[in-house]
C-alpha cells in the first residue's frame, strides 16, 4: 500500500456507530392556576404535597406509586441548636487544616492529636446523628 493510501485510510477513519438512543421520559405536563386555585387545592391537599394530591385526584387508584417524599420535620430550636453546634465547632477549617498537614506530611502523631482527632470524630458522629434524628432519616453508617 502507498503512503498516500495509507495516509487517507487513517485520516477518513470508518464513522463511529450512532450510540442507541435513550428512552425519553415524557415530558412534564404544567398547570397554569391564579392564587385563588392554588390556594384551594393546597387546602385541600393538606400535609401532602400539591403535585401528589391533584394526581390522586385525577388519577385515583390508577395513580402509579412514587417515591414518597420526606418532609424533615424541624423545629426552629432544633435548627438554632444544630447550627450554633456547628459554627462554634469551626469544624470545617480544622478539617481542613488537619487535611493539609496530612497531604504535606507535617502532622504531627503524638499521643496528645491522636486523642483530639478521635474526639473530633466522636464530635462529627454525634452532630450527625443529631442531624438523621432531627430530619427523621435512619443511619446507614458509623459507628
Do not use: C, W
Not at 404535597?49 to 387508584?61: H, T
Not at 496528645?112 to 435512619?138: G, I, P, S, W
Amino acid at each position: 500500500m502507498s503512503i498516500k493510501a495509507l495516509f487517507q485510510k487513517t485520516s477518513n477513519p470508518a464513522p463511529l456507530k450512532p450510540e442507541p438512543k435513550k428512552k425519553a421520559k415524557p415530558a412534564p405536563f404544567s398547570l397554569r392556576l391564579n392564587a385563588e386555585e392554588r390556594a384551594f387545592l393546597e387546602e385541600r391537599a393538606g400535609a401532602m404535597p400539591l403535585g401528589a394530591y391533584i394526581r390522586q385526584e385525577l388519577l385515583g387508584d390508577r395513580a402509579g406509586k412514587r417515591r414518597a417524599a420526606r418532609k424533615p420535620t424541624l423545629s426552629d430550636e432544633q435548627y438554632a441548636a444544630l447550627l450554633a453546634a456547628l459554627g462554634q465547632s469551626r469544624l470545617s477549617s480544622n478539617l481542613n487544616q488537619l487535611a493539609h498537614h496530612a497531604n504535606m506530611g507535617t502532622l504531627d502523631a503524638s499521643p496528645k492529636v491522636e486523642r483530639q482527632l478521635q474526639d473530633a470524630y466522636a464530635a462529627v458522629l454525634a452532630m450527625r446523628e443529631a442531624l438523621f434524628t432531627a430530619l427523621n432519616l435512619r443511619s446507614g453508617g458509623g459507628q
